[in-house]
Antibody, heavy 121, light 110 residues
Framework: EVQLVASGGGLVQPGRSLRLSCAAS????????MHWVRQAPGRGLEWVSS????????GYADSVKGRFTISRDNAKNSLYLQMSSLRPEDTALYYC??????????????WGQGTMVTVSS | QSALTQPRSVSGSPGQSVTISCAGS?????????VSWYQQYPGKAPKLIIY???ERPSGVPSRFSGSKSGNTASLAISGLQADDEADYYC??????????FGTGTRVTVL
């Protein structure tokens, strides 16, 4: 079964950093673009960041630009999101999601279970 | 990167049809045929039901269909069923490796 497992969430103070990971299994990870999408409690989905199959194309939402960094290690079938200068409004369930294509088309066909990030003092 | 605009809620009786609109701009929905739709049940991850405006992934019933005109995309659900009651989100590629989601629509089956 094609699977994405996100981890690394937790409770963190404002201004601190956190690194999320997403482990992929049973699909050709290095052939697809990957994304992070978040959902604040009781709110809608928000696209956060994406990375193409070969790291050649990276994009960020304006709300996280300059604070978050997306990366991937195709040898380890893993996607990462380094989050710094965290704010209370970054509190959300963070999903990793697979694109149907190698470049970003924002068609997310596989989703992880999500990892919760809570930013609070 | 403004969120795409969807109606907050739509409703219909079993067997009826409903349509959800997704209004964007010439920078996202109007510029690319990379509009997708997602169904989300409470406490669950979203599920892809339409991609590239009109395409359905394997296993998604033909009752779900997508379309686009100008800067507005639409999702139609025909033959409404009880388990169609969920939240629905549109999404679009927005250029330079970025994306945007819609505000979300709650579908209620009366």
């Amino acid at each position: 079964e094609v699977q994405l497992v996100a981890s690394g969430g937790g409770l963190v103070q404002p201004g601190r950093s956190l690194r999320l990971s997403c482990a992929a299994s049973t699909f050709n990870f290095d052939g697809y673009a990957m994304h992070w999408v978040r959902q604040a409690p009781g709110r809608g989905l928000e696209w956060v960041s994406s990375i193409s199959w070969n790291n050649g194309g990276i994009g960020y939402a304006d709300s996280v630009k300059g604070r978050f960094t997306i990366s991937r290690d195709n040898a380890k079938n893993s996607l990462y999101l380094q989050m710094s200068s965290l704010r209370p409004e970054d509190t959300a369930l963070y999903y990793c999601a697979k694109d149907m294509n190698g470049i970003q088309t924002n068609a997310f066909d596989i989703w992880g279970q999500g990892t919760m990030v809570t930013v609070s003092s | 990167q403004s969120a795409l605009t969807q109606p907050r809620s739509v409703s219909g009786s079993p067997g009826q049809s409903v349509t959800i609109s997704c209004a964007g701009s010439s920078n996202d929905v109007g510029a690319y045929n990379y509009v997708s739709w997602y169904q989300q049940y409470p406490g669950k991850a979203p599920k892809l039901i339409i991609y590239e405006v009109i395409e359905r992934p394997s296993g998604v019933p033909s009752r779900f269909s997508g379309s686009k005109s100008g800067n507005t995309a639409s999702l139609a659900i025909s033959g409404l069923q009880a388990d169609d009651e969920a939240d629905y989100y549109c999404s679009s590629y927005a250029g330079t490796y970025t994306g945007v989601f819609g505000t979300g629509t709650r579908v209620t089956v009366l």
